[in-house]
């Protein structure tokens, strides 16, 4: 059974309370919250404000992705606002093992993000610091995108060096998931799926959430 990430970027802004209740009553493990600076994405989303008001709302931990440059100027902020998880991109670190480091230091779990034409190799010097690795499945900066094919094959290979070095490492997938591909992301290795527009664009997103959820293989 896979963990599921709803991300409230496709959730209604001017109604975030009602939005963040629904994940509540819902079978998600996570809220994913993506932060997006307009510099490191050609997006802005939203940024510590808003997530300390998701944060006075959720019961279920909130997975913050900063797609941000410079991330480390900021993990202390958001763990003040409430991250549980805090995601930065490996492109985006120069110094990424002082960033992950860092991120433990604080007391939350340390992901580290890679976009799609980023070789999972980049981290093989480092997994033994990294809680979760997501892979991203569309090129980071916006929900409703179209999910990249290749990435079945980058969870099978992420997983098998996961094993052979020993991590404990969980495999998040962000992009572009539904029921077109959950199932098979599942059945490659990936332990957590994050999902925006299939959520929040369905008629009924609880269950479609408890749908996710149910995934067995
Ligand atoms: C993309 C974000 C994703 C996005 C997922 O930049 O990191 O988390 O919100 O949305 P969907 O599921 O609509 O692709
Ligand atoms: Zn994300």
């Known amino acids: 059974m896979p963990q599921i990430a709803p991300s409230i970027l496709a ?19 996570y809220i994913h919250v993506d932060v997006m600076d307009g510099i490191f994405v ?3 989303s939203f940024g510590l404000p808003v997530t ?31 991250a549980a998880v805090l995601t930065v991109h490996v492109e985006a670190c120069t110094h990424l093992h002082r960033t992950l480091q860092e991120i433990k230091r604080l007391g939350v779990k340390a992901g580290v993000a890679i976009n799609p034409h980023s070789p999972i190799e980049l981290l093989s010097e480092i997994l033994e610091e990294i809680d979760l690795v997501c892979l991203m499945s569309v090129n980071p900066g916006f929900g409703g995108q179209k999910f990249i094919e290749h990435t ?5 290979n992420l997983k098998k060096l996961l094993l052979q070095t020993g991590s404990n490492a969980l495999i998040e997938v962000d992009g572009g ?15 957590i799926l994050v999902a925006g527009s299939f959520v929040f664009g369905a008629s009924d997103p609880l269950a479609t959430i408890a749908s996710l959820k149910s995934i067995s293989v």
């Open 11 to 29: 959730a209604d802004f001017a109604n975030l309370q009602k939005e963040v209740e629904m994940l509540n009553a819902s079978a998600a493990d």
């Open 42 to 44: 050609p997006n802005i």
């Open 52 to 82: 300390e008001a998701i944060h006075r709302h959720a019961t279920k931990p909130l997975d913050v992705h900063l797609m941000i440059v410079n991330p480390e100027l900021y993990l202390e902020d958001f763990v003040n606002a409430g």
């Open 152 to 156: 079945y094959s980058k969870v099978a």
């Open 177 to 191: 998931v539904s029921d077109q591909n959950a199932r098979r992301l599942v059945e490659a290795g990936a332990d």
